[in-house]
């Protein structure tokens, strides 16, 4: 089973002051995908500089020829299906079907309340996003869509000509709980996780293994329950948010050895942080771009 490697660039930067740039500099490492995140701020990067996520990957996709590209991920905290729609079938048709959607229920940060709501419980995330993902597939794949629910409506929403990729564009399905599992089996092409949070401060690398194989052992019954096999779906690890933290970065070994690792309990790719100094996400430039060029060699 071959892995794939991709990187996360967050949307940061200025596109005239080092953006293009780096998504550039992606396509050129090799880089399988190159995501960004969709929110509308981010935990320390709050008070910075932070761009809109479809808009910079409407930018890097004509700044490239063959680098996939997407979001890790979009939520319904601040979209609605019909205007996503939308805008995923503009960026599909000016990437040429280099876009894949990671798309997930959303969380309590800041865009749970920037546009003046109540944050939800997880309860009404998930039910939302059990009808937000649906909908949007019916939008993707269908002409006009006409549809009355409790959070989400379309009436006669056109989306001609739909899709360069057919029948749609891809989704990666962010998910652990069963409901959000259950979405993953029906409707990805690929599952996204960034491991048990509960084991980030107190955890261990093992523990977290584990609490892996777990969710990729209920990945493998939902796909079940819903009549497919499992293997069809992608699975992807967002790194960063294990109690390893950075240290698989520190090396080429050392990236290797956990890639390894994540590999054999089925994940067909990982995606890792473009450096970002004083940061989270703070990795030495040289040792990021070894591992980008050298490390899927060694996994083999």
């Keep these: 089973m071959t892995l794939r490697l991709s990187t996360v660039i967050l949307p940061v930067y200025r596109w005239h002051e080092g953006g293009r740039e780096r998504w550039q500099r992606a396509e050129e490492l090799g880089f399988h995908t190159a995501y960004t995140y969709d929110h509308l701020s981010w935990r320390t990067f709050r008070d910075g500089p932070w761009f809109g996520a479809l808009p910079t990957l409407t930018a890097a996709a004509t700044a490239t020829e063959r680098l996939r590209m997407g979001t890790l991920v979009t939520s319904p ?20 079907g280099r876009f894949t959607l990671g798309i997930g229920a959303g969380g309590n940060g800041f865009d749970a309340t920037a546009l003046g709501q109540e944050a939800w419980t997880p309860r009404e995330r998930a039910d939302r996003f059990g009808e937000f993902l649906p909908l949007l597939d019916r939008l993707l794949t269908g002409d006009a869509v006409s549809e009355r ?3 989400y409506s379309a009436d006669e929403a056109r989306t001609i000509p739909g899709c360069v990729q057919r029948p749609r564009l891809p989704f990666a399905v962010a998910a652990t709980g069963p409901r959000g599992l259950k979405l993953a089996a029906q409707y990805g092409q690929a599952w996204v996780t960034t491991g048990d949070p509960k084991l980030y401060e107190e955890g261990t690398p093992d523990q977290s293994m584990e609490a892996l ?11 079940a329950d819903s009549g497919r096999d499992a293997a069809e779906l992608d699975k992807i690890l967002l790194h960063g948010f294990t109690p390893d933290r950075n240290r698989p970065l520190e090396s080429v070994d050392a990236f290797v050895d956990f ?36 490390a899927v060699a060694q996994l083999g």
Aim: proline residues 6%; negative net charge; aromatic residues 8%.
């Design 77 to 96: 905290n601040f979209r609605h299906p019909v205007t996503l729609a939308k805008e995923l079938i503009s960026l599909d048709d000016v990437s040429g």
């Design 213 to 223: 194989r777990g969710q990729v052992e209920k990945l493998s019954k939902a796909c």
């Design 149 to 151: 629910g409790t959070f």
């Design 259 to 294: 890639a390894g690792r994540h590999q054999g309990l089925g994940f067909t790719e990982i995606v890792i942080h473009w450096p970002i100094p004083d940061s989270d996400f703070t990795t030495a430039p040289a040792v990021f771009e070894r591992i980008a060029t050298e």
